[in-house]
């Protein structure tokens, strides 16, 4: 099965960038997705197909994808966006959604 | 508005099964796929399977075949997940969420989960 990894934790002071990362074998060939959850809530899906963006999140987030490593990238981070988040991939091989292990962002 | 809205909490004893529900509103539910996902305590987000709302075929991932059934009730609008031989680790939150081809199959919508608690 194909395997998500991401750094367990990433500290950020606000209005600096945060770069959350996730690893998987050649994942720069694949669709990736972000979400965040905050706690006691449902995900949110804020990158889609590795850089899009739905409408209701802010120009400050951002994706790329290359190689092993896709990043989501949050400029002049905020208090708000403390969260755990989660990276996903269709894993090709074994026909379904596979989640990275999460991170949680604390915003110092 | 468009939402998801699932059933409530559950506690079932070992051996048990359970059914959760997920009614849309404010879309064409036959439109969108429907997804089941689950988180355990402190766990990542788990794929269970989904569902062609149109037509009903059904998907499911490896861990769960012969566990899980998900269907869907075109004339009201609502998914359903049913887990079976429930054991302890089955003990999470379990959320639908809707796929959006707009936003090349992202899970653009989620139900606000149903917590499934396993114990004797």
């Known amino acids: 099965s194909y395997v998500l990894t991401q750094p367990p934790s990433v500290s950020v002071a606000p209005g600096k960038t945060a770069r959350i990362t996730c690893g998987g074998n050649n994942i720069g060939s694949k669709s990736v997705h972000w979400f965040h959850q905050k706690p006691g809530q449902a995900p949110v899906l804020v990158i889609y197909?590795?850089?899009g963006r739905p409408s209701a999140i802010p120009e400050r987030f951002s994706g790329s994808n290359s190689g092993n490593t896709a990043t989501l990238t949050i400029s002049r981070v905020e208090a708000g966006d403390e969260a755990d988040y989660y990276c996903?991939?269709?894993?090709?091989?074994?026909?379904?959604?596979?989640f990275g292990g999460g991170t949680k962002l604390t915003v110092l | 508005q468009v939402q998801l809205v699932q059933s409530g909490a559950e506690v079932k004893k070992p051996g048990a099964s359970v059914r959760v529900s997920c009614k849309a509103s404010g879309y064409t539910f036959t439109s969108y796929a429907v997804h089941w996902v689950r988180q355990a305590p402190g766990q990542r987000l788990e794929w269970m399977g989904w569902i062609n709302t149109g037509d009903g075929n059904t998907k499911y991932s490896q861990k769960f075949q012969g566990r899980v059934t998900i269907t869907r009730d075109t004339s009201a609008g609502t998914a359903y997940m049913e887990l079976s031989s429930l054991r302890s680790e089955d003990t999470a939150v379990y959320y639908c969420?809707?796929?959006?081809?707009?936003?090349?199959?992202?899970?653009?919508?989620w139900g606000q989960g149903t917590t499934v608690t396993v114990s004797s």
């Open positions: 969420a809707r796929e959006a081809p707009v936003y090349k199959n992202g899970m653009d919508v």
């Open positions: 197909y590795e850089s």
């Open positions: 996903q991939v269709w894993d090709s091989a074994n026909d379904h959604w596979v």
